[in-house]
């Protein structure tokens, strides 16, 4: 899904590159509803900053290879993140290590879990 969003976002960005870069957000988050926005607004920045400045075909190539890495390095969930986790308990994440999250509870009980049981 991110290479396509990368692509479409390559592909329309020439035309929302200068001041209407909020549209291919939009357009980005309507055609892919399960993206991350921060995803989304890392793809749109980074893509129109390609396009002011212009682009040919070993530059999108690049750029795409670049951007997945990129993409990858985003952590889907950060210390100090509310979440909720088994059912609706309401938690702070404290730390991330690797597929390892630590939580705090609304108890102040500490839980290991992964984001298979975050809500």
């Not at 690797?98 to 009980?109: L, N, R, S």
Request: proline fraction near 2%.
């Amino acid at each position: 899904m991110n290479t396509q969003m990368i692509e479409m976002a390559l592909l329309l960005s020439p035309r929302f590159a200068n001041e209407d870069s909020e549209l291919l957000f939009d357009h980005l988050v309507a055609k892919f509803p399960t993206a991350r926005l921060d995803v989304v607004t890392l793809i749109v920045t980074r893509a129109c900053a390609l396009a002011r400045q212009g682009h040919d075909r070993l530059d999108r190539k690049m750029f795409l290879e670049s951007l997945l890495a990129e993409i990858e390095g985003l952590a889907e969930f950060k210390s100090g993140q509310e979440i909720t986790f088994n059912g609706g308990t309401w938690g702070m994440i404290e730390e991330v290590v690797g597929k390892t999250i630590w939580v705090t509870d609304e108890d102040g009980g500490d839980h290991e879990l992964t984001a298979a049981r975050i809500d």
